[in-house]
């Protein structure tokens, strides 16, 4: 890999999810020949979606939903991130019902700028008659527990709780995955890779190929980041890690491709002409080969 060496250790946000620290692991532990070195700070997606609306950091792990917001500022790498299929967000309610049955009711939400959420309204405008009642945010791992107990309605759950929300005892009133790739045959994207623009166009290649190296070094050695993955994932079990892995980090991980640009456009193009983000400007997904 062809490096750009900085004066200083790149600030880069990104979860402590397994996904998350799966990818990054080589490259966050200087395994990465030549790549930039990293000052990690780990931050749930709503607080790095608010660090690029900032300006803060030179790399995050963001929603896609945040990209009209933030695109003046920072490209999109077109790789390390999530995006697939079968790998949407769910909506969950304390007891079975019908989508019907939202209608004034009050949903947690792990981030109103989350990929989540944007799918979210998309569904229930066509889904909820007279919309939902209440949004409140949560961090991602506090919902499921707030709608086992009653104090939301409905959650609207990422990342592992897929594996998980049966047990709380909770019911799948939607899966929003299923919404999108039925309506448009897109994969679903969830979280992207932005690095500041300032950084030049050497080093965001850099990047790039630091991210890319270090995902398919994960795959090559799946053992060597799983001490660095279990200690990040929250007292989840093993085996749960595992299957989360298994689902966010794929292919598109590796490169974006046309499909996974295709889908991104899609979303954003689409949430745009429902007044839900800004449009975007021509040319703010191209990256710099």
Same mark, same amino acid.
């Given at each position: 890999?062809?490096?750009?060496?900085?004066? #200083?250790?790149?600030?880069?946000?990104?979860?402590?999810?397994?996904? &998350?620290?799966?990818?990054?692991? *080589?490259?966050?532990?200087?395994?990465?020949?030549?790549?930039?070195?990293?000052?990690?700070?780990?931050?749930?997606?709503?607080?790095?979606?608010?660090?690029? @609306?900032? !300006?803060?950091?030179?790399?995050?792990?963001?929603?896609? *939903?945040?990209?009209?917001?933030?695109?003046?500022?920072?490209?999109?790498?077109?790789?390390?991130?999530?995006?697939? #299929?079968?790998?949407?967000?769910?909506?969950?309610?304390?007891?079975? !019902?019908?989508?019907?049955?939202?209608?004034?009711?009050?949903?947690?939400?792990?981030?109103?700028?989350?990929?989540?959420?944007?799918?979210?309204?998309?569904?229930?405008? @066509?889904?909820?008659?007279?919309?939902?009642?209440?949004?409140?945010?949560?961090?991602?791992?506090?919902?499921?527990?707030?709608?086992?107990?009653?104090?939301?309605?409905? !959650?609207?759950?990422?990342?592992?709780?897929?594996?998980?929300?049966?047990?709380?005892?909770?019911?799948?009133?939607? &899966?929003?995955?299923?919404?999108?790739?039925? /309506?448009?045959?897109?994969?679903?994207?969830?979280?992207?890779?932005?690095?500041?623009?300032?950084? !030049?166009?050497? /080093?965001?290649? *850099?990047?790039?190929?630091?991210?890319?190296?270090?995902? #398919?070094?994960?795959? @090559? &050695?799946?053992?060597?980041?799983?001490?660095?993955?279990?200690?990040?994932?929250? @007292?989840?079990?093993?085996?749960?890690?595992?299957?989360?892995?298994?689902?966010?980090?794929?292919?598109?991980?590796?490169?974006?491709?046309?499909?996974?640009?295709?889908?991104?456009?899609?979303?954003? /193009?689409? *949430?745009?002409?429902?007044?839900?983000?800004?449009?975007?400007?021509?040319?703010?997904? &191209?990256?710099? #080969?």
């Amino acid at each position: 890999m062809t490096g750009a060496r900085t004066e #200083r250790p790149l600030r880069i946000a990104y979860s402590p999810c397994p996904n &998350d620290t799966f990818v990054f692991h *080589a490259w966050s532990h200087g395994l990465v020949p030549g790549a930039p070195e990293l000052d990690v700070t780990f931050a749930d997606i709503d607080v790095t979606n608010g660090m690029a @609306e900032r !300006g803060e950091l030179d790399v995050l792990k963001v929603s896609y *939903a945040v990209l009209p917001w933030v695109l003046d500022e920072y490209a999109l790498l077109p790789c390390g991130g999530a995006l697939g #299929r079968g790998c949407g967000p769910l909506v969950l309610t304390r007891e079975p !019902g019908a989508e019907a049955g939202l209608g004034g009711a009050t949903v947690a939400v792990p981030s109103e700028r989350s990929t989540a959420y944007l799918l979210f309204r998309l569904w229930a405008a @066509e889904r909820v008659p007279g919309g939902v009642g209440k949004i409140v945010v949560l961090p991602f791992h506090e919902i499921m527990p707030a709608v086992r107990d009653g104090r939301v309605d409905a !959650g609207l759950v990422i990342h592992e709780a897929r594996f998980t929300y049966q047990d709380y005892g909770l019911h799948r009133l939607a &899966d929003l995955g299923e919404y999108w790739e039925g /309506t448009t045959g897109l994969p679903i994207p969830l979280g992207a890779i932005i690095a500041r623009r300032s950084l !030049g166009a050497p /080093t965001l290649r *850099a990047l790039a190929g630091a991210a890319r190296a270090s995902v #398919r070094m994960a795959w @090559e &050695d799946p053992q060597a980041s799983r001490p660095y993955v279990l200690e990040h994932a929250q @007292e989840m079990d093993p085996s749960v890690a595992d299957r989360h892995i298994g689902l966010y980090v794929n292919e598109f991980t590796a490169d974006l491709g046309e499909s996974g640009y295709a889908a991104v456009r899609g979303l954003l /193009t689409r *949430a745009a002409a429902e007044e839900l983000v800004p449009p975007l400007g021509p040319g703010a997904l &191209d990256f710099v #080969r």
